[in-house]
């Protein structure tokens, strides 16, 4: 036994099966031994000072077997995986983990974790593979793998992994260790053993073993018992390491956690055989050593085996005797020291002082009162134990106790301290449960926790609701706290519950769009409403909840009088609030509506409808759309949506195209609610898509739209259609509605991740979809589930909620109640939904409840925080701006004023608007009163707020810009103009064409206004600097050059002239050769900058003087016409090589030369010239012999035909030669002939043939004819 430090007791197994090599079934592992009796103090296995023979009573009877095993073992914190992420261990990780391990092994996992030094406990039943499997993969997932590599003769591998890697899978298994063996191919001899410390070890001493099997070297086994095993290696395993060394040998002993007794020695043989000599040496001392068997508490053992078995190695070492420690999952308390006499009892001396140096003491507590002992945030349990820092306190919330463990003379006095709090305590504090109906508990908890709240500051009493099993049951309400608060609180409750059971309270289904209109302007109807029926209180939902339930509650027959009354507005509504959206394309809209709404008052007239029309949007793209909104009777309804449409489709860039898609994937394709298909129009720029009615089983499904985006419709359909016969699995998750924008993430970055990682489609519902908390998966089944996973991954982040409270003074309460709670809205929308609960009007209380996502709750406690001092700072200004600019300075839909109230945190009230021609008289300072603007809010947030304002008073100014420049400022149908003038927030007016004016004028803020009037001088000068620079690159360079060069200059397909237009960024004009006759025939005209103009003429000359170098010998040829084809070849292929081959240039006359037979040849070199020049007449020559002889030919051809024919076809070609006599003219073969066709074998055809009579030509045989090359195949 290695008593060396280990990595902790986690593959202790009490239970753990021994291997055998034979396959024979052992009787033992059939039928095990019944545990020992634990009670006595001969119980364990090396009790006392037992004989080794010695047999239980139990030895003697019939062994009953189990298919069940149970293993027990520890992970010590130090060696836990997740102990860097703090102290605390997250229960519901590792919960799931067990969990997901049970699942897959099949095993039952029961975990604990101890809050004295955080250490885990597991423990597995279940089938023997099972177990062995779970307790792998345990120990993988929460204990801290190390690595180890083992150089292992790459010719041993194959003995490792054993057959098809049987032999390495029961290795990996049994040690809790994931082994890598390289590749054959791989030039390493290097395992890599990966897992915990010790499984390590078993698998480093299993390897070797196989390995030194197959080693060459000398190799012994002996067997020396495991108990002796201490003595062998010696303290920290010094023995044993010196006696490798010294005689260069590899010495295995089994780790602690192997139940082996043999000793495996490789190495040289003279050093094997000293080793084995030694060990049998020192064996046959320890045989002679006694033993001492003590009990001590099974608590105590860890602090005798030390931190890694430290302990036991130090008593070892110092000693000279062995300390056995029964199994951790072992009942025994029995430790036996193995030594010899003389020095066991100092060893003894010293395990019980280890024993003793901690002691641990219980005091009485119920449970309840644990959370007052700790005190708040476990101020009261610091006080107690701050002068005794080697205590250790364990409040155990399942048991009444309280556990101390420390030093005896530390536990001591804080025991008799908590003993005496907890006495206190139980006299000064009480507790109190009440039974009620599960209903109720909203109503007691109030919206947000406000009664409950309220109840709790008022009694000091701490109230825990417990939910019960259902909605409606009866559950516990747990009080607890001083004993007067806990009566006056159970009292206030129960008074409660007998109101409600009284009570009544019913749910209304009414659409969310109908509520403002039950609600009325300011809540008058709803006032109206409550007053008819006075006892009654109706809820609606808040505008971003978006739900279609209302509530009714009071007194039963008032419930019931009221909700029919409400059922019957709602239908009068119903009737008549049909509505239908009907999407325009952008480019489509103003036809639509017609000039001055034309069309829609039409419509509107002959279906009795209302119409809701967006403004025009000029910034949109075309393939956008806008929504019309028609409103009334659904058949009114729909006819005047189909008299829109019909409009529109009469626009003719709008088309409408057909796609054949079979019926059976038109509900996938419309998707749930229409999601799919909605989604699928929005992102093909709205395109109109109508699936026929189900009824009628056709495939043919429109889409109207702007022709690219019909095709892109069209082609999405097609792939969705053809993706729903491979992968038609679809998945919904139910998601809270606040939550999309966060799962879909900024500019949807979160969701494109999700889709390009998984490949599913997802679908989030759109504000009127009838279940807004639906989002759809579409896609293959893995990716589905995977995008799944990934996306309830992220909820559970947002669901994690806590709830925090705050102290606001009540006068400050009506500020963010005002207006249906605007205020709370913002910060909810901008804190993620977080959700503030303030204290009913009339309570008096000063406590807010706070619930959300943490971060969100801490930064609206700090907003509200900050909105409670401005109130308390609040002041009011005003400030004096003319009537006529508070609109402008308002902004639309009074976006500016809002933006200055969000940047300054202050409230602005604007005045009443007065008639401009009644406007009132001014007070005695010469102010009207429809001038003030009054400004409220912390002082210096208000003069802020009042520059803005100031600010805001729109100015004109005039700046100059050349009336030729006018129409780059206004742009293509205004489109720059307006552009500028919604960057700048300003109006701009360009003088009309026919005043000539340069003054163009700006009107806006001063700000604005400037920065307008910049971006116009900017404008200015940037298009004076184009006019420069047209100027500038405007420079004309002429250059003669004879038009002989022109074409060398313009090069092949223009490669030249190209290439110097590109270097030199410069127009060069060649004249053309209509213009050969005038005088600038042979002038280049180069346009350009001057420098670059000068440059490009340079290189031109260059080329021209290389041309002319080129042309320095020059020869003329009188060569046929009529075979300068035949010389230049097709492209020009037999030219080119002929001046290559002589390095010359050879001209050829153009069509309308006055000599079309005359040919130039130049070249540097004279000779090549003169050769040149013969090679072309010597060809000149050759050729013109064929074409002498063809134009003989022709002559015969054209007098041949000028025969009898040629009165009849005189205006027609001539058909070329007539051959008479040809083959090709003579009759067909007879096939039947044994001339033509002779026959071979038998005979048998060539006889037929001759006695019968030679057939007509015309006739066919009856059966096929035998030929030389067999019978006639029929095909």
Request: glycine content about 6%; some cysteine.
């Amino acid at each position: 036994m290695d008593p060396g430090p280990s990595s902790s007791q986690a593959l202790t197994d009490l239970h753990e099966p021994k291997t055998h090599d034979h396959q024979d079934m052992i009787y033992d592992e059939a039928f095990p031994a019944l545990p020992p009796n634990p009670s006595g103090p001969n119980s364990g296995p090396t009790s006392g000072l037992s004989s080794p023979g010695a047999s239980s009573k139990w030895s003697q009877k019939m062994r009953i077997g189990s298919n069940t095993v149970t293993s027990v073992f520890h992970i010590p914190f130090e060696e836990r995986s997740d102990r860097g992420h703090g102290e605390r261990f997250g229960e519901m990780d590792a919960g799931r983990a067990c969990a997901d391990i049970q699942k897959l092994t099949g095993a039952h996992i029961e975990m604990s974790s101890s809050s004295r030094d955080q250490s885990l406990t597991f423990l597995v039943s279940g089938k023997q593979n099972s177990v062995i499997d779970a307790k792998r993969e345990i120990l993988q997932r929460f204990q801290t793998q190390a690595q180890k590599q083992v150089q292992i003769p790459k010719e041993h591998h194959r003995f490792i992994l054993g057959p098809k890697g049987e032999k390495l899978n029961k290795l990996e298994k049994q040690t809790a260790t994931k082994i890598s063996v390289p590749r054959p191919n791989e030039d390493s001899n290097v395992i890599t053993i990966v897992g915990p410390r010790e499984g390590i070890e078993k698998a480093e001493h299993e390897i070797r073993l196989i390995s030194d099997e197959q080693s060459k070297q000398a190799s012994e086994r002996i067997s020396i018992p495991k108990k002796f095993h201490p003595f062998i290696c010696g303290a920290f395993n010094e023995k044993v390491t010196k006696l490798s060394s010294e005689n260069l040998v590899r010495i295995n002993i089994p780790p602690v956690s192997v139940n082996n007794d043999e000793i495996y020695i490789v190495g040289e043989k003279e050093g094997v055989a000293r080793v084995v000599q030694a060990l049998q040496k020192d064996h046959d001392i320890v045989k002679r050593y006694v033993t001492v068997s003590v009990e001590v508490g099974k608590s105590q053992h860890k602090y005798i085996i030390g931190k890694g078995r430290i302990t036991i190695n130090e008593i070892l070492r110092d000693t000279g005797v062995s300390v056995e420690m029964p199994p951790s999952d072992s009942t025994s308390e029995t430790i036996t020291l193995r030594g010899p006499a003389e020095v066991l009892g100092p060893a003894l001396t010293l395990v019980y002082e280890k024993a003793n140096s901690v002691i641990t003491r219980n005091v009485e507590a119920p449970a309840w009162l644990h959370k007052h002992v700790i005190g708040k945030k476990g101020s009261n349990i610091r006080n107690i134990t701050a002068n005794y820092p080697k205590v250790h306190v364990e409040i155990l919330d399942n048991q009444n106790q309280i556990v101390v463990e420390g030093p005896p003379e530390e536990v001591e006095p804080v025991t008799q301290q908590l003993q005496a709090c907890v006495k206190e305590l139980v006299d000064k504090m009480s507790f109190k449960d009440i039974t009620v109906d599960s209903k109720h508990h909203k109503h007691i908890i109030g919206k947000a926790g406000a009664n409950i709240t309220r109840l709790k500051e008022e009694t000091g009493v701490i109230i825990s609701v417990q939910d019960g099993q259902s909605a409606s049951g009866p559950s516990v309400i747990h009080l607890e706290g001083p004993r007067v608060g806990v009566e006056k609180a159970a009292a206030s409750i129960l008074e409660q519950v007998e109101k409600l059971e009284g009570e009544k309270e019913k749910d209304l289904i009414i659409e969310h769009r109908f509520h403002g209109n039950l609600i009325g302007a300011k809540g008058e109807k709803i006032r109206e409403i409550r007053e008819k029926f006075n006892q009654i209180q109706v809820t609606f939902p808040t505008p971003e909840e978006k739900r279609d339930v209302v509530k009714v509650r009071g007194p039963k027959d008032d419930v019931d009088k009221c909700c029919r009354y409400l059922n019957q507005i709602y239908k009068e509504m119903l009737e008549n609030s049909y509505q239908t959206k009907v999407p325009i394309f952008s480019q489509c809209y103003r036809l639509v509506v017609g000039k001055g709404g034309s069309n829609i008052k039409k419509i509107r007239e002959e279906t009795n409808t209302r119409f809701d029309l967006p403004p025009l949007d000029e910034t949109k793209c075309k393939t956008d759309v806008e929504v019309i909104v028609i409103t009334g009777k659904k058949d009114n309804c729909e006819k005047a949506r189909d008299m829109l449409l019909a409009i529109q489709n009469s626009a003719a860039n709008i088309i409408e195209a057909d796609v054949i898609i079979p019926s059976k994937f038109h509900n996938y394709l419309i998707g749930s609610g229409g999601r799919l298909v909605q989604s699928l129009s929005e992102e093909c720029g709205g395109v109109q898509i109508k699936f026929p009615d189900s009824k009628s089983k056709s495939d043919r499904v429109i889409i109207t739209g702007p022709k690219e985006d019909v095709e892109k419709a069209k082609n999405q359909l097609l792939e969705l259609s053809r993706e729903r016969e491979t992968n038609s699995f679809t998945e919904t998750i139910e998601a809270k509605a606040q939550h999309h924008k966060f799962l879909i993430g900024k500019n949807g970055g979160n969701i494109k991740k999700i889709r390009e990682a998984t490949g599913a489609r997802i679908i989030f519902p759109n504000m009127d979809d009838p279940h807004p908390e639906t989002i759809t998966i579409m896609g293959k089944k893995e990716n589905v589930n995977n995008a799944k996973k990934q996306l309830l991954d992220m909820l559970k982040d947002l669901d994690k909620v806590v709830e925090a409270e705050m102290d606001i003074d009540p006068q400050y309460h009506r500020h963010f109640v005002l207006r249906r709670g605007e205020v709370l809205r913002h910060i909810s929308d901008d804190l993620g939904g977080v959700q503030i609960s303030f204290p009913k009007v009339g309570s008096n209380s000063s406590r807010v409840t706070l619930k959300g996502a943490a971060e969100c709750v801490e930064a609206a406690k700090k907003r509200l925080a900050t909105i409670v001092e401005d109130l308390s700072q609040r002041v009011a200004v005003d400030v004096i701006i003319d009537q006529r600019h508070h609109r402008t300075i308002m902004g639309s839909q009074g976006s500016k004023v809002k933006q200055i109230q969000m940047d300054h945190n202050v409230d602005i009230k604007f005045p009443e608007r007065v008639d401009e021609n009644n406007l009132p008289e001014e007070n005695g300072d010469g102010i009207r009163p429809c001038d003030i603007i009054r400004v409220s809010g912390r002082l210096e947030n208000c003069e802020a707020a009042k520059n803005a304002l100031l600010d805001q008073v729109p100015v004109t100014i005039e700046v100059d810009i050349p009336f030729k420049m006018h129409r780059f400022v206004i742009g293509q149908s205004g489109k720059d103009v307006r552009a500028l003038m919604k960057v700048h927030d300003v109006h701009i007016t360009v003088p009309p064409s026919e005043q000539q004016s340069d003054t163009i004028k700006i009107t806006g803020s001063p700000k604005n206004a400037d920065a307008a009037k910049v971006a116009l001088l900017n404008l200015k000068e940037d298009l004076d600097a184009k006019e420069r620079d047209r100027e500038a690159k405007s420079f004309e360079v002429r250059v003669q050059v004879d038009p002989k060069f022109h074409t060398k200059i313009i090069g092949k397909n223009g490669a030249v002239i190209g290439k110097i237009r590109e270097t030199f960024d410069v127009n060069v004009q060649l004249p053309k050769r209509s213009d050969s006759l005038s005088e600038t025939s042979d002038e280049i005209i180069i346009i350009g900058y001057e420098l670059q103009a000068n440059k490009a003429r340079d290189e031109i000359l260059a080329i021209v003087n290389d041309l002319v170098e080129r042309e320095r010998f020059r020869e003329e040829a009188e060569i046929d016409h009529r075979v300068h084809s035949r010389i230049i070849g097709a492209k020009g292929k037999n030219v080119r090589q002929i001046m290559k081959d002589f390095g010359v240039d050879i001209r050829f006359p153009r069509p309308n030369d006055d000599n079309p037979n005359l040919v130039v040849v130049s070249g540097p070199n004279e000779d090549k010239v003169l050769d040149a020049r013969e090679h072309l007449l010597n060809l000149e020559e050759e050729y013109l012999q064929d074409v002498t002889e063809s134009e003989y030919m022709q002559r015969f051809i054209r007098s041949s035909n000028a025969g009898g024919e040629s009165n009849k076809k005189s205006d027609k070609q001539s058909n070329g030669f007539v051959v008479k006599g040809a083959p090709w003219e003579a009759a067909p073969p007879d096939t039947q002939s044994t001339e033509d066709f002779p026959t071979f074998g038998n005979g048998m055809g060539s006889a037929a043939a001759a006695a019968a009579p030679a057939p007509a030509p015309q006739a066919a045989p009856e059966r096929p004819i035998s030929s030389a090359w067999g019978g006639r195949k029929h095909f």
